[in-house]
């Protein structure tokens, strides 16, 4: 039970092969890190944020939690953001959620998992949000998947109005919220049409998404 020599293994094994590659790639990444993009996805071990858009190391900064959700008062995330922000000046935060999310899929149906029920309740509130529009739809898998969608898009708002965001753009920096989701069926990323660049773009981007 205690044995992780593949783990292992397979870390040397990647390791020689980068090197290979570029055999200054490490030494250089030690040096600094200089990432333009956040990713803000959920914690699913089936969404690799880096490899899902073919970066290498240092190249993406991220924060993951279960069903990518972005609340005022979780300081993991707005410390993660604020650094991203302010200090690595990363021009792009992108918000992804995925198809078939199990998080999404237990607030929808409101199942009791214990802790995780509390973190759920900002996915539901998400839901109620949107009753009317998710009642369209007869089908549980197209409806849970629109919920997917509508919950990035939620957080995408979220995002764009925390303190951070909004002080970079009041001093003139240049960061671009975007809402992705990715299709764990097929691996590709789809845009939901919601990108947010300034405070008097927030209410028409995110009506319009909601509308897509």
């Known amino acids: 039970m205690r044995d ?19 055999p200054g790639f490490f030494q250089a990444l030690a040096q ?31 924060h993951r939690n279960v069903a990518n959700v972005v609340v005022h008062t979780d300081f993991n995330c707005l410390s993660v953001l604020q650094f991203a922000v302010d200090l690595l000046k990363v021009k792009h935060v992108i918000v992804c959620g995925h198809d078939g999310c199990g998080g999404v899929q237990a607030a929808m149906r409101n199942l009791k998992l214990g802790l995780t029920d509390n973190w759920l309740r900002h996915v539901q509130d998400v839901m109620h949000g949107h009753e009317g529009l998710l009642a369209e739809i007869s089908d549980e898998a197209h409806r849970l998947n629109r919920l997917c969608e509508l919950n990035v898009i939620e957080q995408v708002l979220n995002v764009s109005r925390t303190t951070i965001v909004q002080n970079a753009w009041s001093r003139g920096q240049e960061v671009t919220v975007h809402g992705w989701i990715y299709g764990i069926g ?9 990108c947010i660049t300034n405070q008097s773009e927030l209410s028409t981007a995110y009506e319009d998404a909601v509308r897509t």
């Open 186 to 194: 097929d691996g590709l990323l789809r845009d939901l049409n919601i």
């Open 32 to 62: 600094q890190q200089t990432p333009r993009y956040l990713w803000i996805g959920c914690s699913d071990s089936r969404v690799p944020a880096t490899q899902l858009v073919g970066l290498r190391p240092g190249e993406l900064f991220v």
């Open 4 to 22: 992780l020599r593949e783990l292992l293994e397979n870390n040397r094994a990647w390791s020689e092969r980068i090197k290979q590659q570029d």
